[in-house]
């Protein structure tokens, strides 16, 4: 038996654990690990910490990180083409940030949602913040601190958009930022996705995040609001620092493929298939 794990939220956050599916899914995930053989984790973060966890010798744990879709990577706009894909999505004629992943507690939605309205009114009137990602019971409750903080009008949710079409892959193009200031991640697409199209990501400066980006995104600390807001202008304003930040991702980004991962899946079969 060979198991595919992706992360260990509610072992390293049960306070965002849905308590309804805690002692099923914590009883779940033992008994999986007690009857499998060999692990592939996602990152080498995982692979630590599922040694850490459930003490299983780190010989019996294989690394795979996940690949980019290929419908990741730069695009051309005319200002047409611009305009009227910012139409389909009701989003106005000016420049944004973007998130993308689920509205859930531990994406630290609350704390995009604050950084940006700590942002000067200059900075912030000329720029939207657009965040992208499945509806959930959450979302009342965020819609709610958006007005609250006074950004309502500024602030776009986005429903969920398949990864596979080319829309998602436009919003990363046309976003001046990717924000992803997660609180846990065990291995995190849209940073990649971001860069492998041209744009800058500022993620959490959490050990997954910084190996799935290869230290070279801009790293913030999730629990502080004020260096989110920090971090933001402070790219946005020093455009060789984007300039760099930005050559360096595509050229990290684009070392991530759907076909290397499976290569390096069925490798691991065979190996184990045949010992």
């Known amino acids: 038996v060979i198991t595919t794990l992706h992360g260990f939220l509610y072992q390293k956050h049960p306070e965002f654990a849905d308590p309804r599916k805690l002692t099923f899914g914590l009883e779940m995930l033992e008994k999986t690990i007690n009857h499998s053989n ?13 040694a850490e966890i459930f003490s299983v010798n780190p010989s019996m744990i ?23 894909f910012l139409r ?11 998130y993308v992943g689920s509205i859930e ?8 949602l604050t950084a940006y309205s700590k ?3 200059g900075t912030r009137n000329n ?38 079409s080319l829309d998602l892959a436009s919003l990363y193009n046309l976003a001046e930022l990717l924000i992803f200031p997660s609180f846990y991640e065990g291995w995190a697409s849209p940073p990649l996705e971001s860069m492998k199209c041209g744009t800058t990501a500022i ?15 801009c790293y913030c600390n999730p629990n502080n609001p004020e260096d989110i807001a920090d971090k933001i202008c402070n790219v946005l ?19 991530y493929t759907w076909r290397l991962c499976a290569e390096r899946t069925l490798q691991l079969y065979e190996r184990i298939a045949e010992s």
Request: charge should be negative; proline fraction near 3%.
């Open 237 to 255: 304003e020093d455009k060789t620092l984007y300039e760099s930040l930005r050559r360096k991702g595509l050229d990290f980004a684009s070392g």
């Open 105 to 112: 507690h531990n994406k630290n939605i609350q704390g995009i």
């Open 119 to 121: 942002l000067p009114l």
């Open 127 to 164: 720029i939207n913040l657009v965040l992208v990602g499945g509806k959930t019971v959450y979302l009342n409750n965020y819609l709610e601190q958006a007005r609250s903080l006074g950004i309502r009008d500024q602030v776009f949710f986005i429903d969920y958009i398949n990864p596979a």
């Open 62 to 84: 294989t690394a795979i990180p996940l690949g980019i879709s290929q419908e990741f990577h730069e695009y051309e706009f005319t200002k047409e083409e611009r305009s009227a």
């Open 88 to 98: 389909k999505y009701s989003l106005p004629e000016k420049d944004f940030l973007l």
């Open 203 to 217: 993620v959490s400066n959490i050990t997954s995040l910084i190996e799935s980006t290869g230290g070279i995104a």
């Open 38 to 50: 060999h692990f592939v984790t996602v990152s080498e973060t995982n692979k630590k910490e599922l």
